[in-house]
């Protein structure tokens, strides 16, 4: 993809990161771009921490794609660093162009930059799509994955 950058976020990019996150029928139900508070607290714990990246794709100038990288050291497969992606979004009128499959290669080389053993993501059951294009990039749908959600008090 022509004039295709992707570099590490920053703060600038927070109102078009969210935008992106809350640009489906998912996130519309749990995130409030209008609000940006809750999201600058955690980009800057993301920001600082070493584990993390969190990426934009940007197309002709305009962030069009988002991805959170998260390093997971361990202590199973012989003492293995997994790299876990979370929230990859491309905007809509990019998607099934190569955007958001140039940004998740990006995210394989990174992790193997930093010498991990595996790539890990989860996707939402009912992302049926999203799962085919996994598929296409080379993963497996190996596990069954569960989450707890936490009441705040």
Known sequence: MKNLTIRRAAPRDLPAIVALLADDELGAARETP????PYREAFAAIDTDSHQIYA???HEGEIRGTLQLIFL???????????????VRVYNGERGKGLGSELVKW???????RGCRMVQLTSNASRTDA?????????TDSHVGFKLALDRD
């Not at 799962?131 to 993963?139: E, N, P, S, V």
Request: glycine share 10%.
């Open 34 to 37: 209008g609000d940006l508070t």
């Open 56 to 58: 934009v794709a940007e």
């Open 73 to 87: 050291p361990g202590l199973s497969h012989r003492g293995a660093t997994r790299a876990q992606i979370e929230a």
């Open 107 to 113: 995210a394989v080389e990174e992790a193997r930059k």
């Open 131 to 139: 799962h085919r294009f996994y598929q296409r990039l080379g993963f």
